[in-house]
């Protein structure tokens, strides 16, 4: 059963758009929802974070946008670049418990 | 140290050999947690460490695997048997404790590719 449902499953946008990811989850137990960065070969970086007391949170380019009645949370990438192409996984977890992915979303900013 | 640092890089196995995959978490950090991504990019946890105490194990297969974290050593995992659905990247994660700020954060090491052949 997966309790994480990320799309979409690839991204291509232009240097200078707008990269919007989508995750649902299902168990509302969850209180910790964080966004991972992963290049070719190397271990997942976290990006954001947002805990369910807040609705949206910024960092630099990154907002995460979160929807606690629809189950729902995403990541925006504003004025995308070349260097940010890599596969980004959400997740959620409660409390220090371990974490729950997505499948994951390689996106691929075209220069 | 700053970084979750897991050895080898690279490892590969024979069918029915044994593996042993290294993780020292970073300094402070009082848990731990094994995932194991396969080809498809997909993660799934293993098992989870508080201190030198299993938290969950829930993911473990435990026929063949086992895990240990000791105090001032390496936490380790262990692949008794290895078996071709085995390959996979095995990454190594740690946090702080419950109630600490950030303790919420799980940071990744660079993992170990593990190939059995």
């Known amino acids: 059963q997966q309790q994480v449902k990320q799309s979409p499953q690839s991204l291509i946008v232009q240097k200078g758009g707008i990269s919007i990811i989508n995750c649902a989850y299902e168990n509302t137990a969850f209180d910790y929802f964080p966004w991972y960065q992963q290049f070719p070969g190397k271990g997942p970086a976290l990006l954001i974070a947002?805990?369910?007391?807040?609705s949206e949170k910024k960092e630099g380019r990154f907002t995460i946008s979160f929807n606690k009645s629809a189950k729902q949370f995403s990541l925006h990438i504003m004025d995308s670049q070349p260097g940010d192409s890599a596969t980004y996984f959400c997740a959620a977890s409660t409390k220090s418990e371990k974490l729950v992915f997505g499948k994951g979303t390689k996106l691929t900013v075209n220069p | 140290g700053e970084e979750v640092a897991q050895t080898p890089k690279h490892l590969v196995r024979g069918e029915g050999q044994k593996a042993k995959l290294y993780c020292a978490p970073i300094k402070g950090h009082s848990y731990v947690f094994w995932y194991q991504q396969v080809l498809k990019n997909e993660f799934k946890f293993l098992i989870s460490?508080?201190?030198?105490?299993?938290?969950?194990e829930t993911g473990m297969p435990k026929e063949r695997f086992s895990a240990k974290c000791l105090p001032n050593s390496p936490c380790s995992l262990e692949i008794q048997a290895t078996k071709l659905e085995d390959s996979a990247v095995y990454f190594c994660?740690?946090?702080?404790?419950?109630?600490?700020?950030?303790?919420?954060?799980?940071?990744f090491g660079p993992g170990t590719r593990l190939t059995v052949t």
């Open positions: 947002i805990r369910p007391d807040v």
């Open positions: 460490f508080q201190n030198e105490n299993v938290f969950d």
């Open positions: 994660a740690s946090s702080h404790d419950w109630g600490r700020p950030g303790s919420y954060e799980q940071y």
